[in-house]
């Protein structure tokens, strides 16, 4: 009598789902390759993607604008490509291996210095000043050919102590006390907390970045993809971006 009381009992347990007959897919990778001065802006915005796209992993690699396109250029697997410039993007577009890039964001140039500016530099001039320990972006980074223009336009000629292959090691010389002074974006000056400080470039000396991100055509996932281009373009990406700097497109 007990024994068919129980397979009874067995009977509606497995029909309620009391063992997981198709257990959740995993979620799908979304690879974006990201300029190095977007490393706190979009890892926020992709969480929040996530959030909205459980179904999606977001996957962030931060580089120089630069290196990210020529690893694109030579098959590296991403889905997506946001620059800190559209001169990188471009060479994308040229190549094919884009679909319409779109501008999300803008930016601007500072002096990054360490904190208390003990050295006392008030602007892209005291750069000059013999003994000053600067480093820079390299050639072909944005940050390093904004700041080019930005001390050409400044009349100011320096040899930088080392050029870095991103913005982000840039403000790490300087935090570490390797660099007395560094030219890098609003942005980083603020993404470096209390351990840097920043000297404002007047207008006339500045440069503005655009910021252009856009879908691989041959990524392995288009279709999210262009999901998260159109969140990073929403109303609700800008404002992420706000809040860690950025100008509006």
Do not use: W
Not at 111 to 129: F, S
């Amino acid at each position: 009598m007990k024994r068919p009381a129980l397979a009874l009992l067995v009977g509606p347990l497995l029909a309620c789902g009391g063992v997981a007959a198709n257990p959740a897919p995993p979620p799908r990778d979304l690879d974006v390759f990201a300029a190095a001065s977007l490393t706190a802006s979009f890892t926020a915005l992709g969480r929040s993607f996530e959030k909205s796209h459980p179904q999606v992993r977001v996957r962030l690699s931060f580089a120089g604008s630069s290196t990210l396109a020529q690893q694109i250029l030579q098959g590296a697997a991403a889905d997506v490509f946001a620059s800190a410039d559209t001169a990188n993007m471009q060479k994308l577009a040229g190549a094919g291996a884009v679909e319409t890039p779109a501008v999300f964001a803008r930016n601007r140039l500072e002096i990054v210095v360490q904190k208390g500016n003990p050295k006392h530099v008030t602007g892209l001039r005291d750069l000059a000043q013999p003994g000053l320990l600067v480093v820079l972006a390299g050639p072909g980074v944005p940050a390093g050919d904004y700041a080019g223009q930005a001390l050409q336009k400044a009349g100011v000629k320096l040899t930088p102590r080392s050029q870095e292959q991103d913005v982000k090691t840039v403000v790490s010389k300087v935090l570490l006390g390797e660099a007395d002074a560094g030219i890098v974006y609003v942005t980083d000056v603020g993404a470096a907390g209390a351990g840097v400080e920043g000297v404002p470039i007047p207008e006339r000396e500045n440069v503005t970045a655009s910021y252009p991100i856009a879908v691989l055509k041959q990524g392995p996932d288009a279709v999210d993809g262009r999901a998260f281009q159109r969140f990073v373009l929403s109303a609700e990406g800008a404002e992420v971006l706000a809040a860690f700097g950025f100008l509006g497109p």
